[in-house]
T-cell receptor, first 115, second 113 residues
Framework: DAGVIQSPRHEVTEMGQEVTLRCKPISGHDYLFWYRQTMMRGLELLIY????????DSGMPEDRFSAKMPNASFSTLKIQPSEPRDSAVYFCASSALRGGWGGYTFGSGTRLTVV | AQTVTQSQPEMSVQEAETVTLSCTYD???????LFWYKQPPSRQMILVIRQEAYKQQNATENRFSVNFQKAAKSFSLKISDSQLGDAAMYFCAWGEYGNKLVFGAGTILRVKS
């Protein structure tokens, strides 16, 4: 398996623009998580899905953020409009419970810079 | 709410020596999992080791081992025979089965040659 695949790896955008981050989880994993990492706040959970259904979105900072998982192999995190304070590394991770829980497998992250 | 505390922002170790990274957590749950993740400069998050709370035996993975003290809510990571490639940020994490993970703030480990 290729692991969790995130795109793009880097994104630079201007304030006010829409940004879409993409994630392909590991095949067969039924949980998908979006985290944000900053120096000030560390790793924060934004939202997670189980079998494509959002379970907990209490970490989504505000209405400018939205996430979807239209099928088991794809998820998006959208920021509209983007602001400089959204600059961070955004991680997607997936997980499976079959055979015990081995924790998450993370993607390589998207570094977002909003100027 | 569950919290995870890593009290050492930064640690240093000489190559080939042993270092221990500390982690404490707060929870009222009795069944849960604990993890250590490594994040090198490449920023990839890599699972180092995991511990199931119902297992009394401490987990080991080659040069990495944990000291799990459930009553004290402590979960330290010991790295033996440290190597230059061990230099990274290390995160301790707590989670219930299949649920979200709560991460500590991280400890930067520097390895001196």
């Amino acid at each position: 398996d290729a692991g969790v695949i995130q795109s793009p790896r880097h994104e630079v955008t201007e304030m006010g623009q829409e940004v879409t981050l993409r994630c392909k989880p590991i095949s067969g994993h039924d949980y998908l998580f979006w985290y944000r990492q900053t120096m000030m706040r560390g790793l924060e959970l934004l939202i997670y899905f189980n079998n494509n259904v959002p379970i907990d979105d209490s970490g989504m900072p505000e209405d400018r953020f939205s996430a979807k998982m239209p099928n088991a192999s794809f998820s998006t995190l959208k920021i509209q409009p983007s602001e400089p304070r959204d600059s961070a590394v955004y991680f997607c991770a997936s997980s499976a419970l079959r055979g015990g829980w081995g924790g998450y497998t993370f993607g390589s992250g998207t570094r977002l810079t909003v100027v | 709410a569950q919290t995870v505390t890593q009290s050492q922002p930064e640690m240093s170790v000489q190559e080939a020596e042993t270092v221990t990274l500390s982690c404490t957590y707060d929870t009222s749950e009795s069944d849960y999992y604990l993890f250590w993740y490594k994040q090198p400069p490449s920023r990839q998050m890599i699972l180092v080791i995991r511990q199931e709370a119902y297992k009394q035996q401490n987990a080991t993975e080659n040069r990495f081992s944990v000291n799990f003290q459930k009553a004290a809510k402590s979960f330290s990571l010991k790295i033996s025979d440290s190597q230059l490639g061990d230099a990274a940020m290390y995160f301790c994490a707590w989670g219930e089965y299949g649920n979200k993970l709560v991460f500590g703030a991280g400890t930067i480990l520097r390895v001196k040659s």
